[in-house]
């Protein structure tokens, strides 16, 4: 009861109180007259602030926004400016301060420089689109900033980023110049100079300063920031982002890459170019003069989840000192935007071509040395590049059918042979040496051995893996369509699924499918030889058994990990594994007779056989072996 009373009498308080200032209100309003008066002193306080207003637009409030036009400025703003920026006050007061576009076309390029900072702001590619038709540019919206932080000998720290740069564009010859000068008086400037030539992506670009050596503060480290976000161009973001990585070469002709599949920062000395790589596109950074003395390199990954991060793949950043000469700043740089393309690349002998991921070591040079002129002079000379990759693949197959003439040469002579080992490892089931040794000496004289069959397997890694690397990056099947593939750099969807799988995607691409049943057919006929052969040892992986799984596990894999691969690369496992088929059938029906290899080994066993150092220190190890585990076991015995 007591709670309700409270209630209400609180209510009854405020009706009360509220009451009250109402009655207030009333009593103290303002008369007529008042009401004019008061009318007129609000309209003279606005007209005084939008005055104020304005002329803190022209004095520049933050260092981070000196886009206003600043033409018409009394003394005091003036000085006010001047004890902002100082010298580079005056760049504030000349046209173009805020974000306006110079715009120039190229044969290759269409441009577009800010007079904000003075940078590209816009990079397109007129002799390319992606995936879905749109021009391919690899700058634009925001995506890449290109600046200078440097200090003033009147202890400041400015950027470029923040600067009108004064534009203008002539004619050199065929060339195009474009320059963007950054000025604090007439005489006085820095300058980003852009030559640009006919049908080149390699665009000569210096940084230079005139009368500003009393200006700058050459105590303080004066700062060249790049970053930019590499926009997508095909159709799986998770694949192009799959060989999207930054490049560096360094110390005289070093290379080396930031993580492709994490987040990754570098410290370097002694730069030579940076590369920026989106897959099939780079943009690159050359110190012409000197290489960069030390620069510090990021690389983040932007594709958390392909379904919802579909713009960009990785954000790059680079930091690199520039170095003053005499007070002033001259460094004579190269800026590529353009296709990772061996050739083209090549052309400029920088060595940009290494930022293509060729495969480490001996592969690399298999693909560079072999690989690359050889598909290079097939798809000049043949109608498409699909019927390049077949010629090629018939030729890396017959180069290498003695390779698998010897595997089932080999694995015929353990056939015949297995009869033989199993009795020898019945009879001396219960001496595991002598079982052993009586079987290496059975497969000496017979001039059969089980890592014969093995070796000529693994001289085709090399081949495999430099194919591998080849087909992801070779420019030249971008776009280029063969049978249902449109695109033999991507993958060839023959059916989109509503939804997506993890692992294989939304789509089924044929060419994988066809490659894992050409694989599935290899290997029954392959391993099914090799499991017939292979022995069943004590204590050892059931080999036969493992072998087995493989025969279903490796369609499989094919099957999954190669659907968001490039069409090209699954066309060349599909017909190289036919090809296989057919010369294995022809060697096991017409030029192998288990006959004739088995007169030869009868013959091969009455020929003294001499065992090689090998075999002697095998033979060795293993009787070493077997006298420790007697030792021991008459150890416990006692």
């Not at 109180?17 to 609000?42: C, D, R, T």
């Not at 960009?312 to 680079?318: A, F, P, Q, V």
């Not at 190269?334 to 002998?349: E, F, I, M, V």
């Not at 293509?356 to 040395?369: A, E, M, Q």
């Amino acid at each position: 009861m007591e709670e309700k009373k409270f209630d209400v009498k609180s209510i009854i308080g405020f009706v009360l109180i509220f009451g009250i200032l109402l009655y207030i209100m009333y009593q103290n309003q303002p008369s007529p007259e008042e009401l004019e008066a008061q009318k007129i002193a609000e309209q003279e306080q606005v007209e005084a602030e939008k005055n104020q207003s304005k002329q803190n637009e022209t004095l520049v409030t933050s260092a981070s926004d000196y886009s206003v036009n600043t033409q018409a400025l009394d003394s005091t703003q003036k000085v006010a400016l001047q004890n902002k920026v100082g010298s580079f006050a005056y760049a504030l007061t000349l046209p173009n301060a805020g974000d306006k576009f110079t715009t120039v076309e190229t044969d290759v390029y269409e441009l577009k420089f800010n007079t904000k900072g003075g940078h590209l702001a816009e990079v397109k590619l007129r002799n390319f689109v992606d995936y879905d038709s749109v021009p391919v540019y690899m700058v634009k919206d925001n995506n890449s900033a290109f600046n200078i932080t440097f200090g003033t000998s009147d202890n400041r720290t400015l950027n470029t980023q923040d600067f009108p740069f004064q534009p203008s564009v002539t004619k050199s010859g065929e060339n195009t110049i474009v320059s963007m000068k950054l000025k604090i008086s007439e005489t006085a400037f820095l300058e980003y100079r852009y030559e640009l030539k006919p049908n080149d992506y390699m665009i000569d670009f210096s940084i230079k300063s005139q009368g500003l050596s009393g200006v700058f503060n050459t105590s303080q480290p004066i700062e060249l920031d790049w970053k930019q976000k590499s926009i997508r161009h095909s159709k799986s973001i998770s694949y192009e982002n799959r060989y999207t990585r930054l490049t560096y070469m360094y110390d005289d002709g070093k290379v080396d890459k930031l993580s492709q599949a994490s987040d990754d920062d570098e410290t370097v000395d002694d730069v030579e170019w940076l590369s920026y790589r989106q897959h099939f596109f780079s943009s690159i950074l050359v110190a012409n003069n000197s290489p960069f003395k030390k620069v510090t390199v990021t690389s983040l990954d932007l594709v958390e989840d392909e379904e919802i991060d579909t713009l960009y793949t990785k954000l790059y950043t680079s930091k690199m000192p520039l170095a003053f000469n005499g007070g002033e700043l001259n460094e004579n740089l190269g800026l590529y935007y353009g296709p990772t393309d061996n050739a083209t690349l090549k052309d400029y002998d920088k060595g940009l071509e290494e930022s293509i991921p060729f495969g480490w070591g001996i592969f690399g040079w298999i693909n560079k040395i072999l690989f690359i002129p050889l598909f290079g002079f097939l798809s000049q000379h043949l109608p498409s590049y699909g019927i390049a990759i077949i010629v090629m693949t018939i030729l890396v197959k017959i180069v290498l059918s003695f390779v698998q003439y010897k595997q089932f040469l080999s694995q015929a002579k353990m056939k015949i042979l297995k009869p033989e080992l199993d009795a020898v490892r019945e009879k001396y089931k219960d001496n595991k040496l002598k079982a052993q040794q009586e079987t290496m000496a059975i497969q000496s004289r017979a001039g059969a051995s089980p890592l014969s069959g093995c070796l000529p397997g693994l001289m085709q890694i090399p081949v495999f893996y430099a194919l591998f690397m080849f087909f992801p990056t070779a420019f030249e099947l971008r776009q280029k369509g063969f049978l249902w593939a449109d695109d033999l750099s991507s993958y060839d969807s023959v059916l989109d699924l509503p939804f997506h799988i993890p692992l294989y995607g939304d789509h089924v691409a044929l060419f994988p499918i066809l490659a894992a049943i050409a694989i599935f057919f290899y290997m029954k006929m392959t391993t099914g030889q090799q499991m017939a052969t292979q022995p069943t040892q004590e204590g050892m992986p059931d080999m036969a058994k493992m072998m087995k799984y493989m025969i279903y596990f490796s369609p499989i894999l094919m099957l999954i990990f190669f659907n968001n691969y490039a069409s090209g690369l699954s066309l060349y496992y599909f017909i190289s594994n036919l090809i296989s088929i057919g010369i294995m059938l022809v060697i096991k029906n017409y030029i192998i007779d288990e006959n004739k290899v088995l007169a030869k080994i009868e013959v091969s066993k009455t020929k003294p056989k001499k065992q090689n150092k090998f075999q002697k220190k095998m033979a060795e190890m293993m009787e070493q072996a077997e006298q420790q585990k007697q030792a021991q076991q008459k150890g416990k015995k006692k």
